[in-house]
């Protein structure tokens, strides 16, 4: 147990500041072509591929081989009648003794045909039955804007108002193209503010039928991450691997189920 906590103390301020910590999912400004990758636990502008109500479960193995320290987490997705989606995602890894926990919110719409927007309210809390508990919130806000049929601009804002004082604000600019066939590809600037400024290079591609892939590459920190998905009539199994030169291997599973 001690040996637990050790390692709770050491990657919880990390996971804190980043997601990726807790699941393998590259984080985007723009938005997925297809909707059998979960992007959307990152981005709710991926919400427009809602159809009526979807379900998506996320499972990352440990990296280090402590069964409390696997990741868990499901996201509900559904349609109003005015055609917004809303997004509920709930992730979690503990145990008795120690838990950290992550509540989103989150809406979608697109308007004027050419925009899609969305924003995410964020609860983190930490827990630990000797030291007490922390809650923080926070507030995201996404807008994709379709400039042409094959060329769409992105931002996002994370920590919108400087709502949590543990993390830093974050902006990501994208610019992403499908001009080639069968092939997305995109490039982001991903600003970290009051730290640094990290470039992110993506193509998502369908090989075969019903068999999608993507790949990431992430400057800072360096971090390469690919992902598989197959899609069956109503739900789609997807895998990412990640490795950051820090952090090293991530695992995510990701099961998607459409009603």
């Given at each position: 147990m001690k040996t637990t906590i050790l390692f709770v103390f050491l990657?919880?301020?990390?996971?804190?500041?980043?997601?990726?910590?807790f699941f393998a999912i590259p984080e985007r400004a723009s938005t997925s072509p297809y909707n059998c990758f979960p992007f959307g636990f990152n981005n709710p502008l991926n919400l427009k591929h809602t159809e009526s109500f979807d379900a998506t479960f996320l499972l990352s193995p440990s990296k280090f081989l402590i069964p409390e320290l696997n990741s868990v987490a499901s996201n509900l997705n559904f349609t109003l009648s005015d055609g917004?989606?809303?997004?509920v995602n709930?992730?979690?890894l503990g145990t008795k003794k120690f838990q950290y926990g992550n509540f989103k919110l989150s809406a979608q719409k697109i308007l004027l045909q050419n925009f899609n927007i969305a924003t995410s309210l964020n609860i983190n809390l930490l827990s630990i039955e000797t030291y007490g508990h922390k809650m923080n919130l926070s507030w995201d806000t996404f807008v994709e804007y379709l400039a042409f049929s094959n060329l769409t601009f992105s931002f996002a804002y994370k920590n919108l108002l400087g709502l949590n004082n543990f993390i830093n604000s974050i902006a990501n600019v994208g610019l992403q193209t499908n001009w080639f066939k069968d092939y997305t590809i995109g490039a982001e600037a991903k600003i970290v503010f009051k730290q640094y400024t990290s470039y992110i290079f993506y193509v998502?591609?369908?090989?075969?039928?019903?068999l999608y892939l993507d790949f990431n590459i992430q400057t800072r920190p360096p971090t390469l991450t690919s992902g598989v998905a197959y899609q069956f009539n109503d739900f789609a199994i997807s895998l990412f691997l990640e490795y950051n030169n820090y952090l090293m291997f991530t695992q995510t599973l990701a099961l998607i189920l459409k009603f």
């Amino acid at each position: 147990m001690k040996t637990t906590i050790l390692f709770v103390f050491l990657l919880l301020p990390i996971s804190i500041i980043s997601q990726d910590v807790f699941f393998a999912i590259p984080e985007r400004a723009s938005t997925s072509p297809y909707n059998c990758f979960p992007f959307g636990f990152n981005n709710p502008l991926n919400l427009k591929h809602t159809e009526s109500f979807d379900a998506t479960f996320l499972l990352s193995p440990s990296k280090f081989l402590i069964p409390e320290l696997n990741s868990v987490a499901s996201n509900l997705n559904f349609t109003l009648s005015d055609g917004s989606n809303i997004g509920v995602n709930v992730a979690f890894l503990g145990t008795k003794k120690f838990q950290y926990g992550n509540f989103k919110l989150s809406a979608q719409k697109i308007l004027l045909q050419n925009f899609n927007i969305a924003t995410s309210l964020n609860i983190n809390l930490l827990s630990i039955e000797t030291y007490g508990h922390k809650m923080n919130l926070s507030w995201d806000t996404f807008v994709e804007y379709l400039a042409f049929s094959n060329l769409t601009f992105s931002f996002a804002y994370k920590n919108l108002l400087g709502l949590n004082n543990f993390i830093n604000s974050i902006a990501n600019v994208g610019l992403q193209t499908n001009w080639f066939k069968d092939y997305t590809i995109g490039a982001e600037a991903k600003i970290v503010f009051k730290q640094y400024t990290s470039y992110i290079f993506y193509v998502t591609f369908q090989p075969f039928e019903n068999l999608y892939l993507d790949f990431n590459i992430q400057t800072r920190p360096p971090t390469l991450t690919s992902g598989v998905a197959y899609q069956f009539n109503d739900f789609a199994i997807s895998l990412f691997l990640e490795y950051n030169n820090y952090l090293m291997f991530t695992q995510t599973l990701a099961l998607i189920l459409k009603f």
